[in-house]
């Protein structure tokens, strides 16, 4: 679930912190990359589980509502909106589910009104005014309505963008991550007609080992990392080298050195694209020219060996 670029951001962000440390740096690191882990996966399931929640807020204003002399019939049907979802009706059914949300430090509640804003908002949307009209809306109708629901939630609620930053330092880097694997579950549900909530499996478990030794690798072989760069940056402005491009610039090489089974091209364009972010406007234009020349140079040494056909020069 969680991505390879973001697994790359972690460790960049982790080697400026450790940046004066040494080789005892690393099982320190080993430990929070775990827990970050955890956190990722327990985000996840608290962003799901927004909408058991959340329909138990829409619960309480239709009985309200119900109590009226008038009640607004509109407003009670759009109360029952997530009752006519067969994925809310798995999930809330989910005994599995329900216990793992059991066991989270984390409640909707605590965030005030953030449930009325979102009904408020909510039903001025296209999405919203499109699906309450279908008192049995088909299973593309479903996916449909939930895939905008948590678009708008991600994208554009900045009270569920705020909440989740109270509660995640990491929510800026993880949350498109997180809407991805969301998204994936909604998906797989309406296409495999069963619910499958993610686990730490065994690509998980792979992806924080290649997070552990790149960080591991560019902490060990620092210096001889660090020789390479800058006999390959001669005719650079040091100037324009900052802490993150010799970050980056280390985190590659190694990745050029160590991981037999990354393209050297895949490697740049991750990095080139991170630089974007995590660097100044024209870092992308330094590291990809450096990057490339170190690229030709060391394989010309023979010291990129890369696993698979044609992977030295990809």
Not at 107 to 122: E, N, T
Not at 158 to 171: K, V
Not at 229 to 246: F, Q
Request: aromatic share 14%.
């Amino acid at each position: 679930m969680l991505s390879r670029r973001n697994i790359r951001i972690k460790v960049l962000q982790h080697l400026y912190a450790f940046q004066q440390q040494d080789a005892n740096s690393v099982p320190a690191f080993n430990k929070q990359m775990d827990k970050h882990f955890s956190d990722y996966y327990k985000f996840y399931y608290f962003s799901l589980r927004f909408l058991i929640d959340f329909d138990t807020f829409l619960e309480s204003e239709r009985d309200i509502e119900k109590e009226k002399y008038f009640p607004n019939k509109t407003h009670i049907r759009n109360t029952e909106v997530l009752r006519r979802l067969d994925f809310f009706k798995a999930l809330e059914s989910s005994e599995d589910f329900v216990a793992t949300c059991g066991k989270l430090p984390y409640d909707w509640r605590k965030h005030g009104d953030l449930f009325d804003r979102v009904f408020v908002d909510l039903v001025q949307y296209e999405f919203f005014k499109d699906f309450s009209v279908f008192d049995q809306p088909n299973e593309d109708v479903q996916k449909d309505f939930l895939v905008n629901l948590y678009e708008f939630l991600f994208n554009e609620f900045e009270l569920f963008d705020n909440a989740m930053e109270d509660e995640y330092i990491h929510w800026e880097d993880d949350s498109a991550d997180i809407l991805k694997a969301v998204i994936g579950t909604i998906t797989s549900f309406y296409e495999k007609k069963r619910l499958k909530i993610e686990r730490m499996g065994e690509k998980q478990l792979e992806d924080i080992q290649f997070g552990s030794k790149l960080f591991e690798k560019c902490i060990v072989n620092r210096e001889q990392l660090d020789e390479v760069i800058l006999s390959n940056t001669a005719n650079w402005d040091s100037e324009r080298l900052t802490i993150n491009d010799m970050i980056m610039l280390r985190m590659a090489l190694a990745e050029f050195l160590y991981f037999e089974t990354i393209p050297p091209k895949v490697t740049i364009n991750e990095y080139l694209d991170i630089a974007k972010s995590y660097s100044t406007p024209k870092s992308h234009l330094f590291l990809n020219g450096v990057l490339d020349k170190i690229r030709i140079v060391l394989s010309e040494k023979g010291q990129i060996n890369k696993i698979g056909r044609g992977l030295k020069n990809e």
